[in-house]
């Protein structure tokens, strides 16, 4: 499996970049918001990637973000969803977006990514609400209490939504770690004040 690329840009198109690796030269397939992101002709650049393999093709897709990349992945699971319509996706705006998006039920918001109509909007949504772990960003910088309450309630399997509410539920609350979990699991319990 190739999981990334790092090298000298070659070629730029409309949805990929050719990469030389130590004089091979890779192609991959990259959303317009990565494509943006990297340098022209002659610069030198990092992806991650995804080798997705048909019985007929190795295409190479690549990221400038893991995030992204996560994203991506995420959207191959729904069924009606192929590698196309998952970097459409994936690149149509910013992950924490997309997230709320989704979690929001915005069809009419989803549908406007070219290649995905109101369909497969609505099987995204389905498929997808409360399953998209909200980015550390979206809930705190690293360090933060927020953060660290984030990850202490993922260490106990609670789902990204979940979370989420929790979070903000007990932002701003000045206290132990401790404390704030079992505010927060309280909160799961009864739904109430905590």
Known sequence: MIAGLEGVIVRR???YV???VGGVHYRASVSTQTLAGLGAEGAQVQLSTYLHVREDALQLYGFRSAEEQELFEQFLNVSGIGPKSALALAGAMPADALRQA??????DLLKRVPGIGIKTAQRLVLELKGKLAPGIVALGPAGSPEAELADALAGLGYSAGEIAAAVSY?????????ERLRRALRYFAEGAPA
């Open 170 to 178: 007990l932002r701003g609350v000045d206290l132990p770690l401790e």
């Open 13 to 15: 198109g409309g949805d």
């Open 18 to 20: 050719v990469v030389n």
């Open 102 to 107: 989704i979690q929001a039920g915005n069809v």
